[in-house]
């Protein structure tokens, strides 16, 4: 398995609360990438990252911000949680260049409540 | 707009038994097309990735096909297992974008 590692894995919440999540990664990718999973969505892509410090939104990202500090580190939070926050999200990385074909690998996922 | 179908939603077979998987897409300029194995409480696992000049390719009992012509790809499982009890999702991108466009998966389970 490529070396991600969400945490927390669980989390319940209420709303109006600050939440961060956190994917580290150990393969020293450039690329990273925050999803969300919904029932009856495809995955959908929140914010991604192409180096430190450098970040773009997907097509959700209203609501969320990210940041990339490090290679190996790459943070999504929820300023103010909302109960349609509620789902799982996934990091996923991927090697290689700006296009490549490389796929990307995906976390075990951080199932997120807000109440 | 691009967007990426799977069929049938959910498909239970017997252990042993052959299927298949359906994706049809309509990204366009199309790049490459993937399929993600996701069991649950998992993420999701690539089994196959093929760009537009492979029309199959491989992994183990799992055989991806594509026709970039009709905007289709097949996923057909061979001599089925418990655990290839699923969700299998089929990924498309479109050439020069960051980002993926995802299926909503087809759930297969396997019974004894």
């Known amino acids: 398995d490529a070396g991600i590692t969400q945490s927390p894995r669980h989390k319940v919440t209420e709303t109006g609360t600050p939440v961060t999540l956190r994917c580290h990664q150990t393969?020293?990718?450039?690329?990273m990438y925050w999803y969300r999973q919904d029932p009856g969505h495809g995955l959908r892509l929140i914010h991604y990252?192409?180096?430190?410090?450098?970040?773009d939104k997907g097509e959700v990202s209203d609501g969320y911000s990210v940041s990339r500090s490090k290679t190996e580190d790459f943070l999504l939070t929820l300023e103010s949680a909302t109960s349609s926050q509620t789902s799982v999200y996934f990091c996923?990385?991927?090697?290689?260049?700006?296009?490549?074909?490389?796929?990307?690998?995906f976390g075990d996922g951080t199932r997120l409540s807000i109440l | 707009k691009n967007q990426v179908e799977q069929s049938p939603q959910s498909l239970i077979i017997l252990e042993g038994k052959n299927c298949t998987l359906q994706?049809?897409?309509?990204?366009?300029?199309?790049?490459?097309l993937r399929w993600y194995k996701q069991d649950t409480g998992r993420g999701p696992v690539s089994l196959t990735i093929?760009?537009?000049?492979?029309n199959t390719k491989s992994n183990g009992r799992y055989t991806a096909t594509l026709d970039a012509d009709t905007k289709q790809s097949s996923l057909h499982i061979t001599a089925s297992q418990l655990s290839d009890s699923a969700s299998y999702i089929c990924?498309?991108?479109?050439?020069?974008?960051?980002?993926?466009?995802f299926g909503q998966g087809t759930r297969l389970t396997i019974n004894p």
């Open positions: 996923a990385i991927r090697g290689g260049e700006n296009y490549s074909n490389q796929p990307q690998h």
């Open positions: 393969e020293n990718h450039r690329y």
């Open positions: 990252s192409y180096g430190v410090k450098d970040t």
């Open positions: 994706c049809n897409y309509t990204v366009s300029p199309f790049s490459n």
């Open positions: 093929m760009t537009f000049s492979e």
């Open positions: 990924v498309v991108r479109s050439q020069g974008a960051q980002k993926l466009v």
